[in-house]
């Protein structure tokens, strides 16, 4: 299998049951953007951050360790899904004066951070571990983009550097379906959409 048979394999696979969120046509981007990071020290990766614009599909991700140099890649995200994250942001209030992380001691999971940007105006919150409904909804959306992106950048190296490796990446993308890692968004997105059922909205502060 060539290189772009594979990632069209790969991309096909993953996308399948989200094949109506690419379906309106691309926008212009009107400079809102939403981002989510991702910090983990001693992790593999150490450093995720993925940012979408409210009205373009083209959206960018960087996913290394954190003595790597910053190298943004672009990719594209659907407008339903994007219409999706951004009424969460909404729900969340644009992250002003929310309080998300939950007041008790908990093991490090890593440091979250959701930040929305429009003009001038520029709101974020930080959290290890949360058990707020949307903002765990917006997270698992991120992540299960993430985690695509993986799989398809591992893919790549392996089909130009290491070809035997390519049956083991394709497992790993396998079990991490099987597992629902990478149907995360699936199962959030899909019954709301289909059911119109609004997320609740969380007290600032």
Known sequence: MKLLQARRFLTAVWLLPFAFLTALPAEKPNGTTLSYRRIFKSSTPEFIEIKVNETSNA????????????????????????????????????????????????????????????????????????LNGPANQLMQIFEGLARQQEHVVTLERRMKYDRLGVNDA???????LNRKLLAAIRNRLEPQVAAGTPARRPSPG
């Open 59 to 130: 959206a960018t991700f960087e996913i290394r360790q954190l003595d790597e140099d910053p190298s943004p890649t672009p990719f594209e995200v659907g407008a339903l899904l994007r219409a999706k994250m951004f009424e969460l942001a909404e729900l969340l209030h644009h992250f002003e004066n929310v309080q998300l992380d939950v007041r008790r001691r908990i093991a490090n999971l890593g440091e979250k951070t959701f930040r929305y940007e429009k003009g001038k105006e520029a709101h974020e919150t930080k959290f290890n571990y949360t």
């Open 170 to 176: 394709l497992l790993q993308f396998e079990t991490d």
